[in-house]
Structure formats: C-alpha cells, structure tokens
C-alpha cells in the first residue's frame, strides 16, 4: 500500500519561508518522479514543482520559480519543496505525488496523471 505523509505546512507571514516534506511508503521511490501540487480554496489543484527520480532534473510552476526549490533525499523516501519569500497567494493545501507523466506548455515543463497521492498539508500566508 502506498502512503504518501505530507508535513511541514503552518502559519507563515508573507515573505517568510516554509518547508515541506513528504515521507514515501509502499513503493520503490527511488524509480518514481515526484511533484507537488497545492489546491487554494475554490480554484483547481494545480502543479507547483517536480523532480525526476534521480534528482537531477527539476521543474517549477512560474509562479513559483526562483523562489521554491524541490529536491529529493532516495536513501530517505522522502522529497522536499523549500518555498521562500512566500507570498499572500501561496495559501493552500499543498499535496505530495508520485508518478504520473511529464507535459509541456510553451517550455514549461509539469508533472500530470500521477498516480499517487498524499492527503495535503495546509499552507497559510498571513499579512
């Protein structure tokens, strides 16, 4: 059985910073790529950032871009999303994925289709 545990939402005030983890179960997660997702209150769940099963190629939202940093610890099971200077907007429920295929969007590269996923880590950016 598969278990994806998301931890590390809270409170944070915009500009500060936040780091999630998700620990991985049931699966040989050094083979899977890895996303995150987050999900604001009314709007679609969207993609946030991904990373390939060795680590070695990262892809970010543009809303997210050179503020986050997605990165993955195999001897662990466990991937990570450090997002700083978070802004107001950032609020969200943020979900852990594994798998699923990669897409392309004028350059832009996001995960879709995963196969796995967490039960999300709320995340609130406060003024």
């Known amino acids: 059985q598969v278990q994806l545990a998301e931890s590390g939402g809270g409170l944070v005030q915009a500009g500060g910073s936040l780091r999630l983890s998700c620990a991985a179960s049931?699966?040989?997660?050094?083979?899977?790529?890895m996303g995150w997702f987050r999900q604001a209150s009314g709007k679609e769940r969207e993609f946030v950032a991904g990373?390939?099963?060795?680590?070695?190629?990262?892809y970010y939202a543009d809303s997210v871009k050179g503020r986050s940093t997605i990165s993955r610890d195999n001897a662990k099971n466990t991937v990570y999303l450090q997002m700083n200077s978070l802004k107001l907007e950032a609020t969200a429920v943020y979900y852990c994925?594994?798998?699923?295929?990669?897409?392309?969007?004028?350059?832009?590269?996001?995960?879709?289709?995963?196969?796995?996923w967490g039960n999300g880590t709320l995340v609130t950016v406060s003024s």
């Open positions: 049931g699966l040989t997660f050094s083979t899977y790529r």
């Open positions: 990373i390939n099963w060795s680590g070695e190629s990262t």
């Open positions: 994925a594994a798998g699923g295929r990669v897409g392309s969007r004028g350059g832009v590269y996001y995960y879709y289709d995963m196969d796995y």
